[in-house]
């Protein structure tokens, strides 16, 4: 059984900060596997409510679709490179390698 109910976003309008997945200290190519299949798996569908998370009905963007789109920028991928992973929506796309930013 699903539910189909939106769910509210915070009060002021943003995402809770406290709640957000850390990042890991270094971006290894496992991180980024889970990373793709986050955004994939987690991308935007229209509802009669707004946008939500197309795997659990959060309001989009969830909590893992935002670390996902994180851990991937840190890898070096702009944001036009991940909407097409996202267009794609193959979880297990490679994604060229590219070097790693430090986390700071």
């Not at 789109?69 to 097409?84: S, W």
């Amino acid at each position: 059984m699903t539910n189909s109910a939106v769910r509210p976003v915070t009060p002021s309008g943003g995402h809770d900060v406290l709640r957000e997945i850390p990042l890991p200290p270094y971006v290894t190519g496992e991180d980024v596997q889970f990373a793709v299949r986050a955004v994939v798996v987690h991308a935007p569908r229209r509802w009669s409510g707004g946008t939500v998370c197309r795997n659990d009905a959060s309001p989009y963007p969830c909590r893992l679709h935002r670390w996902g789109r994180r851990v991937l920028a840190l890898r070096g991928l702009p944001p036009a490179e991940i909407d097409a992973l996202v267009e794609r929506g193959d979880p297990v796309a490679p994604v060229a390698s590219r070097p790693t930013r430090p986390v700071a």
